[in-house]
């Protein structure tokens, strides 16, 4: 690991020597393993599956962890890796722009340990160092709430040509889950509360068959699982955006991380022999972690998605099987589901830091130019409040198109 040292004066005035390492081999990430997993943090920062998407995914070239040792002893880290990869620059659904760039990606949940000010200043100063000393044309942190001390750094160490300044902050809710289904159901209007357990009710008497639920889990499940999910989810509108689920071997590495792992929750609901939708997430600590979620659209208007969901839910009120689950997480984005169901929410936003050489300041214009546009479309569609039937009609036309899209010709999301 290269290493640089310096002095770092805290707000107590109580100077404390700092040196910075950084793990560029697996090799070199495994003695930070202990204090790693001791932080604790979001699944997506956890070692195993960062050290399986480096091993795995073809665009990862290597970690690029950048640890920070106060006094001698690991105080805080910063996870990421380095990625030749397409960046994907889009106005609302469309993808204008696909440039290759050598990319610093920071995972969700990366710093973990000690994340104060003072701490995050220091970290993303070395993630600036980097760029200057030409190690990457841009490094990219994914989704900072953005009242944390990190995405304040984020903004205001790098000089202002590096400078991300059209960062768009967007939700992110979470369901803290009660010890009854009525609980979740109290969240919804009277209105929503009755139209959706009619919609239930008509599902579960649907002649096409009996409406039932299977949860796979097991590694042995997953060809089953994948099989019926993808059934689905090929004429979903994620499908036709190049997002979802897909049956891809990057899918399949993560989910069966997590099979390995004890994490992996599939759930699908199946009218008679025929799955009709899914809703696949990771089980991680006391988090449920929501990932991927889809339903058939011919069956649209008995809002199989929801009632999917909701039987969930209702498993993690009553610890079925004795799980503990204490909290749903939705993810990042917002969706009219999650604004019903949640009830805590925080706002993130993905950061740039470009590069001080020209292809970064071409990557910088590109992101300042597409934001802007997407900016100032979205206000005129929002004060003439047609977005929402927009969203439904591209949506609608995307499902379309999947259908004649097979899973291994769907681009992968950036």
Request: proline fraction near 5%; charged fraction near 30%.
């Amino acid at each position: 690991m290269t290493q640089t040292e310096s002095a770092a004066t805290s707000r107590s005035a109580n100077t404390s020597k700092v040196k910075i390492l950084i793990a560029r081999t697996l090799d070199e990430v495994e003695p930070l393993r202990k204090a790693w997993t001791s932080w604790g943090g979001h699944r997506d920062s956890d070692i195993d599956v960062v050290l399986m998407i480096i091993g795995s995914y073809p665009e990862a070239i290597r970690p690029h962890v950048i640890a920070l040792y106060r006094n001698g002893e690991p105080d805080a880290i910063l996870i990421g890796r380095l990625e030749k990869k397409r960046i994907a620059f889009r106005i609302g659904y469309l993808t204008v722009f696909r440039p290759w760039a050598r990319t610093l990606n920071f995972v969700y949940g990366a710093l973990r340990g000690n994340a104060s000010s003072e701490n995050s200043e220091i970290l993303i100063g070395e993630v600036v160092r980097c760029l200057k000393k030409d190690e990457a044309d841009v490094a990219f942190l994914e989704f900072v709430p953005v009242d944390s001390p990190l995405y304040e750094k984020a903004r205001t160490v790098p000089g202002f040509l590096s400078r991300d300044s059209h960062p768009v902050s967007q939700l992110h809710e979470l369901l803290e889950v009660p010890s009854s289904i009525d609980g979740v159901y109290h969240r919804m209007s009277s209105k929503s509360r009755g139209e959706l357990r009619r919609k239930m009710r008509k599902l579960e008497a649907h002649p096409a068959g009996e409406l039932r639920i299977v949860c796979y889990r097991e590694s042995t499940e997953m060809d089953r699982m994948f099989a019926d999910v993808e059934r689905v989810a090929k004429n979903t509108y994620q499908r036709g955006l190049g997002a979802g689920f897909s049956d891809t071997p990057k899918v399949r590495e993560r989910l069966g991380l997590a099979a390995r792992k004890g994490w992996l929750r599939a759930y699908v609901e199946y009218l008679g022999d025929r799955p009709i939708a899914f809703w696949i997430g990771m089980l991680y600590g006391d988090t449920f972690f929501g990932e991927y979620l889809g339903f058939d659209v011919e069956f649209r208007q008995f809002a199989p998605g929801m009632a999917l969901m909701m039987k969930g839910i209702e498993g993690f009120c009553t610890r079925v099987k004795g799980e503990d689950v204490k909290k749903l997480d939705f993810g990042p984005g917002h969706a009219e589901y999650k604004e019903a169901l949640s009830t805590q929410s925080w706002r993130e936003a993905a950061v740039y830091i470009f590069g001080p050489t020209v292809k970064g300041a071409f990557l910088r214009l590109v992101r300042m130019t597409t934001q802007s546009i997407e900016q100032l479309a979205r206000k005129v569609l929002v004060s003439t409040a047609i977005l929402p039937r927009l969203k439904r009609i591209w949506r609608d036309r995307l499902a379309k198109r999947s259908k004649s899209t097979p899973a291994e010709n769907v681009p992968t999301p950036d």
